[in-house]
Structures are given as structure tokens and as C-alpha cells.
């Protein structure tokens, strides 16, 4: 799409090169795209090895060495795509096309999009005052999850089926990112999947629609604890280098790259939905609120803000307020215990992608986010260098909603607008609401006021014990429906019990079921 400029003489480290528009020589379309560990000690891997890969193997986590620089004409020809041609646009620049050639990226991408019911995959919902929702829970499970991890699904298996290879994928979830893994894997011959969920922490469809998987190669487990609780066995197995090379291990969750990248054109999206201009300069902002809880969604939107797009951050977060302490004072600070809420996939208390945030806006100081980050693995709790939260707050700006506001703002939108927002959803846009609470819609959209965009992580469908309590109506979907006559499979991980060593043991077995299968003969 543009001419990339690369500066010379560039180190490792954070460079840039630039995209612009005069198309691609072929020397620049062959460059390989690195990505390094935000600890600085694992040596450099190109796009398939980070998309294998869980952690890095020195406890980061990957990210581009260099990122591209959009101009403002290359903006504006990607203004009239559509949601899937951003994400290929995108998965070129990060991807390269030595290791998937164009024709085979853009061939994966629409696969992946196959299933989804909205035509356009996601779509922008214009509300009373100015309110505009991006819904992207068009896909199989109803959740946003499904965008990347279709897309991830597909490019796993390219390689896979390239390498004649198996691998087993763990995943720990709040909610969505377990179903939507399960979604993107179930059948596949070369990968088994296993999910561990929250027992009696997410909403009842949520867990159905992983319970009630039963292929072959989909192995559940309900673990008596919450959402953080569950990521230790899976950081403690993954810790053992050897082992996870053993057996092939890696993980969906977004410690994967290829999550955060796919991720990235959300913003991209909802920008060229929401300026009013792009024949200005310069170019306009557009604030984007952004629901998070594992902060793969925030560090999407920082990646995109430091190629070139416009865009204001703002972090909305529940009562487990991470987040929202880090921005306003700097406290990276674990509370006391996780806190239920009606915005149960947020219910987190360690946000693993700020690693990726502190390293971008830190210039790619690998020595202070492996200080940083280790510190906080010991102690749980750390104030952040002042320099450092200088430039994160002044890239992204945060609030922190109650239960009750939530409630609120689910029957405030669906009184003015006859639309039905799910928890998370409702997070988001009761910032919306406070910062413009009833202006009338000549104001909202005059040039003085700046374009908000509220990202909906997840339809409503999924969270009808929320709708009921704000007393709203509800039509589930027929498939959604049908999951409580489903038969359900679910192995119990009870509390008391060495979780790490349950799931050893559970990788143990699938790796010898795989052996076993391939020396038979076909």
C-alpha cells in the first residue's frame, strides 16, 4: 500500500519505518519483521515464532522491534476499507510476506471471517447524542475474542500444517477468551486445547459455551478459583522452558502477539467510522473508550497512537481498578482480592499487556520493564518511575465504573435509544454519558466537540443475569438458547489441589496421545 523507509544504521531496539504510498520495492517487501521481549534477554523471533510461543522464554512478552509509520495519505487510502481489508493491511506490515505471501494472508483473513453474521464483521451502532457503540461480538461466540482468535486460528494452522506439526494451546479465561479459543480450534488434527475457567466466576452462557464442546481434541477444566488465580499454573508451566519446548506448548490468551495485532485495526476502524474529516491538518482526533481487563484492547489502541493515528485513549475499567490507579497516580498495586462484578471478563487484577504498554512508552527500555515487572512478580506492587507515568497518562486517561453505574447506564441507553448494552459494553459508555450527559445532537456533532467511540466487547445475549437485574428485555439468540440441553464435559481443578502439577500431567498424556496417532499407519 506504501513505501516503507527504513533508517539507517538502526540497532535492536525500538525504530520505525515509514509507510507511505507510492507502493512497494521489492527489497522493502521482503524485510522480515523481528519482534524481542519486552525483558530484553530472548534473542529476536520473526512473526511465527511469537505466535508459537507464550511468554517469552525470559518471562516477556513479544512485540515489534520497530513499528511503522502511517502518513497521512496512506490514512487516508485505508479510510475506505472495510474491517477486513484493515486487518490485512495490518497483518502484511507485521506479518511479511516471506513468511505468508499476500494471496495466502488475505485468503487466511476472509476465512476467518467466514462465519461472523454481520456483513461488514463489525459494525459502528450511531445512538442518541452522539453515542457511537462499535460492536465487535458479531462473531461465533458473541464476543470480540472471536475477531483475533479466527484470525490467529488460521495463521496457527498455516504453519502447522506447513511443519507437520502438533501443538497443545492453553488458555486460562474470565469468560470470552476461553469459548472463542475452543471455537477457533475445536476439530483441528494437529492441536488440542485446554481451557481453564473460573468456576462460578463468569456468566452462565459463558461457561456453557465452553462445557458443551466435546471434540476430541477440546479438554476443559473448572477450576475453583478466579481469573488470576487460574494464570499461575499456567505461568508456573510455561516458566519451564524445557517443557513447554517438549511439548510443543504455547498459548491463545493475549500474551499472544498475534491477539494484539489483529486487535490493532479495532482502532484503525473506529477512527475512519468517527472523524468527521481527513482533509484536514491536522488530522482530527477521535477519543476511543476502550473496556479492559487484561489490557490486550488498550495495548492495541497504543500501538495504533504510536503509528500515527489519531486517536485519544481513555481506559474504563470496573472496581478492580489496576488500571485506573496506574494512570492517575502510578500505583501498580495488586488490591486485596478480586472483586465480583456484573463486568465479569474484567474482573482481573493483574493486566499482563501493561508490560507491552510500559515498554512501548518507555522507548523500548528493556532493562527498566524486566526491573519493573519482576519487582511487581515479587512484591505485587509497585509506583511506577515518574517519567514513565508521565507519558502513560498523558497517552491514555482512565476511569473506574461501580456495579451500580453500570446498571444505570444499561437502562439510560436503553430508554434513549431502545438498545441493549451488555456489562462491558455499558463500562465503556457511562464515560459517554458523563462526559456529555444530554447535550442535544446539533451540539454533539459540532467541530468543537471531538468524536467519541465506544467499544462493545461483547453482546448482551451473554450476560442476560445482568440484563435481568437492570430489569431490560432480552431476546437470546436460538443458538444461545440451546445451549442449557447441551451435554456438558468439565473436569474439576478443586482448590487445595496442585493445579500446575494437574496440568502437567493432563499436557503429559495429550503428547503421548499424539505420538501414539502418528506412528500408526494412516
Given at each position: 500500500?506504501?513505501?516503507?523507509?527504513?533508517?539507517?544504521?538502526?540497532?535492536?531496539?525500538?525504530?520505525?519505518?515509514?509507510?507511505?504510498?507510492?507502493?512497494?520495492?521489492?527489497?522493502?517487501?521482503?524485510?522480515?519483521?523481528?519482534?524481542?521481549?519486552?525483558?530484553?534477554?530472548?534473542?529476536?523471533?520473526?512473526?511465527?515464532?511469537?505466535?508459537?510461543?507464550?511468554?517469552?522464554?525470559?518471562?516477556?512478552?513479544?512485540?515489534?522491534?520497530?513499528?511503522?509509520q502511517l502518513d497521512r495519505e496512506t490514512l487516508r487510502q485505508w479510510s475506505t476499507l472495510s474491517y477486513p481489508g484493515l486487518v490485512k493491511e495490518l497483518c502484511s506490515l507485521f506479518i511479511g510476506p516471506e513468511l505468508i505471501p499476500r494471496g495466502d494472508l488475505d485468503g487466511l483473513i476472509d476465512r476467518a471471517f467466514s462465519r461472523f453474521r454481520h456483513r461488514e464483521v463489525v459494525h459502528?451502532?450511531?445512538?442518541?447524542?452522539?453515542?457511537?457503540?462499535?460492536?465487535?461480538?458479531?462473531?461465533?461466540?458473541?464476543?470480540?475474542?472471536?475477531?483475533?482468535?479466527?484470525?490467529?486460528?488460521?495463521?496457527?494452522?498455516?504453519?502447522?500444517?506447513?511443519?507437520?506439526?502438533?501443538?497443545?494451546?492453553?488458555?486460562?479465561?474470565?469468560?470470552?477468551?476461553?469459548?472463542?479459543?475452543?471455537?477457533?480450534?475445536?476439530?483441528?488434527?494437529?492441536?488440542?486445547?485446554?481451557?481453564?475457567?473460573?468456576?462460578?466466576?463468569?456468566?452462565?452462557?459463558?461457561?456453557?459455551?465452553?462445557?458443551?464442546?466435546?471434540?476430541?481434541?477440546?479438554?476443559?477444566?473448572?477450576?475453583?478459583?478466579?481469573?488470576?488465580?487460574?494464570?499461575?499454573?499456567?505461568?508456573?508451566?510455561?516458566?519451564?522452558?524445557?517443557?513447554?519446548?517438549?511439548?510443543?506448548?504455547m498459548s491463545l490468551n493475549s500474551i499472544n502477539w498475534s491477539r494484539v495485532l489483529v486487535q490493532i485495526a479495532h482502532h484503525f476502524f473506529a477512527y475512519f467510522r468517527c472523524a468527521p474529516s481527513l482533509d484536514t491538518a491536522p488530522l482530527p482526533p477521535v477519543e476511543v473508550i476502550v473496556p479492559t481487563g487484561a489490557a490486550g484492547n488498550l495495548a492495541a489502541g497504543c500501538i495504533a497512537?504510536?503509528?500515527?493515528?489519531?486517536?485519544?485513549?481513555?481506559?474504563?475499567?470496573?472496581?478492580?481498578?489496576?488500571?485506573?490507579?496506574?494512570?492517575?497516580?502510578?500505583?501498580?498495586?495488586?488490591?486485596?482480592?478480586?472483586?465480583?462484578?456484573?463486568?465479569?471478563?474484567?474482573?482481573?487484577?493483574?493486566?499482563?499487556?501493561?508490560?507491552?504498554?510500559?515498554?512501548?512508552?518507555?522507548?523500548?527500555?528493556?532493562?527498566?520493564?524486566?526491573?519493573?515487572?519482576?519487582?511487581?512478580?515479587?512484591?505485587?506492587?509497585?509506583?511506577?518511575?515518574?517519567?514513565?507515568?508521565?507519558?502513560?497518562?498523558?497517552?491514555?486517561?482512565?476511569?473506574?465504573?461501580?456495579?451500580?453505574?453500570?446498571?444505570?447506564?444499561?437502562?439510560?441507553?436503553?430508554?434513549?435509544?431502545?438498545?441493549?448494552?451488555?456489562?462491558?459494553?455499558?463500562?465503556?459508555?457511562?464515560?459517554?454519558?458523563?462526559?456529555?450527559?444530554?447535550?442535544?445532537?446539533?451540539?454533539?456533532?459540532?467541530?468543537?466537540?471531538?468524536?467519541?467511540?465506544?467499544?462493545?466487547?461483547?453482546?448482551?445475549?451473554?450476560?442476560?443475569?445482568?440484563?435481568?437485574?437492570?430489569?431490560?428485555?432480552?431476546?437470546?439468540?436460538?443458538?444461545?438458547?440451546?445451549?442449557?440441553?447441551?451435554?456438558?464435559?468439565?473436569?474439576?481443578?478443586?482448590?487445595?489441589?496442585?493445579?500446575?502439577?494437574?496440568?502437567?500431567?493432563?499436557?503429559?498424556?495429550?503428547?503421548?496421545?499424539?505420538?501414539?496417532?502418528?506412528?500408526?499407519?494412516?
Amino acid at each position: 500500500m506504501g513505501v516503507l523507509e527504513f533508517p539507517g544504521g538502526a540497532g535492536r531496539g525500538l525504530g520505525a519505518w515509514r509507510a507511505g504510498a507510492s507502493g512497494l520495492s521489492p527489497l522493502q517487501a521482503s524485510r522480515t519483521m523481528w519482534y524481542v521481549s519486552t525483558r530484553g534477554v530472548a534473542p529476536p523471533v520473526d512473526f511465527e515464532g511469537a505466535l508459537f510461543s507464550g511468554y517469552a522464554p525470559d518471562g516477556g512478552l513479544f512485540v515489534p522491534e520497530e513499528l511503522p509509520q502511517l502518513d497521512r495519505e496512506t490514512l487516508r487510502q485505508w479510510s475506505t476499507l472495510s474491517y477486513p481489508g484493515l486487518v490485512k493491511e495490518l497483518c502484511s506490515l507485521f506479518i511479511g510476506p516471506e513468511l505468508i505471501p499476500r494471496g495466502d494472508l488475505d485468503g487466511l483473513i476472509d476465512r476467518a471471517f467466514s462465519r461472523f453474521r454481520h456483513r461488514e464483521v463489525v459494525h459502528l451502532s450511531r445512538l442518541r447524542d452522539g453515542l457511537n457503540v462499535l460492536e465487535l461480538w458479531h462473531g461465533p461466540t458473541y464476543a470480540f475474542k472471536d475477531l483475533s482468535l479466527s484470525c490467529t486460528a488460521q495463521f496457527l494452522q498455516y504453519f502447522l500444517e506447513k511443519r507437520e506439526k502438533h501443538v497443545t494451546v492453553v488458555v486460562g479465561t474470565s469468560g470470552d477468551t476461553g469459548s472463542a479459543a475452543i471455537e477457533s480450534v475445536q476439530g483441528a488434527k494437529n492441536v488440542d486445547i485446554i481451557v481453564l475457567l473460573p468456576k462460578g466466576h463468569c456468566s452462565k452462557i459463558q461457561e456453557l459455551q465452553m462445557t458443551t464442546v466435546l471434540n476430541d481434541n477440546v479438554h476443559v477444566f473448572g477450576v475453583e478459583g478466579n481469573s488470576d488465580e487460574l494464570d499461575e499454573p499456567i505461568k508456573a508451566v510455561f516458566a519451564d522452558v524445557a517443557f513447554v519446548q517438549k511439548h510443543s506448548l504455547m498459548s491463545l490468551n493475549s500474551i499472544n502477539w498475534s491477539r494484539v495485532l489483529v486487535q490493532i485495526a479495532h482502532h484503525f476502524f473506529a477512527y475512519f467510522r468517527c472523524a468527521p474529516s481527513l482533509d484536514t491538518a491536522p488530522l482530527p482526533p477521535v477519543e476511543v473508550i476502550v473496556p479492559t481487563g487484561a489490557a490486550g484492547n488498550l495495548a492495541a489502541g497504543c500501538i495504533a497512537q504510536n503509528m500515527g493515528l489519531p486517536i485519544r485513549l481513555v481506559a474504563a475499567v470496573n472496581r478492580n481498578d489496576i488500571i485506573h490507579r496506574t494512570l492517575q497516580q502510578g500505583d501498580f498495586s495488586l488490591s486485596e482480592a478480586v472483586q465480583p462484578t456484573w463486568a465479569s471478563a474484567m474482573d482481573i487484577q493483574v493486566p499482563y499487556n501493561m508490560e507491552r504498554i510500559f515498554w512501548l512508552l518507555s522507548g523500548s527500555d528493556s532493562q527498566g520493564t524486566r526491573t519493573l515487572m519482576e519487582q511487581f512478580e515479587i512484591t505485587q506492587g509497585l509506583r511506577l518511575p515518574k517519567e514513565l507515568h508521565e507519558k502513560l497518562s498523558g497517552a491514555v486517561t482512565s476511569e473506574s465504573v461501580s456495579d451500580e453505574t453500570i446498571t444505570q447506564t444499561m437502562i439510560r441507553c436503553w430508554d434513549e435509544n431502545r438498545y441493549v448494552l451488555c456489562p462491558h459494553s455499558a463500562v465503556a459508555v457511562s464515560h459517554h454519558y458523563q462526559q456529555q450527559p444530554s447535550l442535544p445532537p446539533a451540539l454533539s456533532h459540532s467541530p468543537q466537540c471531538t468524536p467519541r467511540c465506544c467499544l462493545a466487547p461483547a453482546s448482551a445475549a451473554k450476560f442476560s443475569e445482568a440484563v435481568q437485574a437492570a430489569g431490560l428485555p432480552l431476546e437470546a439468540p436460538a443458538e444461545i438458547l440451546a445451549l442449557e440441553h447441551k451435554e456438558t464435559r468439565c473436569t474439576p481443578m478443586p482448590r487445595g489441589e496442585d493445579w500446575a502439577l494437574m496440568l502437567r500431567n493432563t499436557i503429559e498424556a495429550l503428547s503421548r496421545r499424539w505420538k501414539e496417532r502418528a506412528l500408526r499407519p494412516s
